[in-house]
């Protein structure tokens, strides 16, 4: 059974920095993008951001200029560095990633349980 790991998540003060980690919890054949979502209370789920196999990246515009995402492919982790940390980035993180479990697999989505963050003013 793949899993997606997160850890990190926290208590932080606003202006302070948090980096949130995911990890795939056992070898599958690939990873396609990877990524991060965040889900405030009462609020839909939203993409904060992603990173393909490429590196190319996607952020929201309201996270652009403030966080990073990144990944190690030889460990097959993502990771997203919170700069300037704003109550409103108050939410659970879901770490999210494409795999390929097996080389006939087909490619699907997988998410990880969430990770509480917490921005206090």
């Known amino acids: 059974q793949v899993e997606l790991v997160e850890s990190g998540g926290g208590l932080v003060q606003a202006g302070g920095f948090l980096r949130l980690s995911c990890v795939v919890s056992?070898?599958?054949?690939?990873?396609?993008?990877m990524g991060w979502y965040r889900q405030a209370p009462g609020k839909q789920r939203e993409m904060v951001a992603t990173i393909s196999t490429s590196r190319s990246t996607n952020y929201a515009d309201s996270v652009k200029d403030r966080f990073a995402v990144f990944r190690d492919n030889t460990r097959n982790m993502v990771y997203l560095d919170m700069f300037s940390v704003k109550p409103e980035d108050t939410a659970v993180y879901f770490c999210?990633?494409?795999?390929?479990?097996?080389?006939?697999?087909?490619?699907?989505?997988?998410w990880g349980q969430g990770t509480q963050v917490t921005v206090s003013s």
């Open positions: 999210y990633a494409e795999l390929r479990s097996t080389l006939t697999a087909a490619l699907r989505d997988y």
């Open positions: 056992r070898n599958i054949f690939s990873i396609g993008t």
